[in-house]
């Protein structure tokens, strides 16, 4: 199993920033994407940003327009750890914010496995 846990979330003025670190209980190494993901209240849970393994610290990135040029992804391998770092948040940008792992099982398959979460709330 996966365990991953979400810190960092908060209250914060538009403009401002918030670092979310994800700690996973495993070793990250073989996870091919790891990523974020949000949830406002009444709305279904979107992409925010995932990262591939990559050979080195490193890996592909892929955001969701919205969050372009203001978020970025990172991973740490070496410390089985994920990062989203948000620049200049807007009140749009509230919602909790969830830590995903997409793991290739060699018999089960594909799981998604999800941290319990972090609210994230920016105001005007």
């Known amino acids: 199993q996966v365990q991953l846990v979400e810190s960092g979330g908060g209250l914060v003025q538009a403009g401002g920033s918030l670092r979310l670190p994800c700690a996973a209980s495993?070793?990250?190494?073989?996870?091919?994407?790891m990523g974020w993901y949000r949830q406002a209240p009444g709305k279904q849970r979107e992409l925010v940003a995932t990262?591939?393994?990559?050979?080195?610290?490193?890996?592909?990135?892929n955001y969701a327009d919205s969050v372009k040029g203001r978020f970025t992804i990172s991973r740490d391998n070496a410390k089985n750890m994920v990062y989203l770092q948000a620049d200049s948040l807007k009140p749009e940008d509230t919602a909790v914010y969830y830590c995903?792992?997409?793991?290739?099982?060699?018999?089960?398959?594909?799981?998604?496995?999800w941290g319990q979460g972090t609210q994230v709330t920016v105001s005007s």
């Open positions: 995903n792992a997409n793991v290739q099982w060699p018999v089960r398959g594909k799981i998604d496995y």
């Open positions: 990262i591939t393994r990559g050979i080195t610290r490193g890996g592909t990135t």
């Open positions: 495993v070793s990250i190494g073989s996870i091919h994407v």
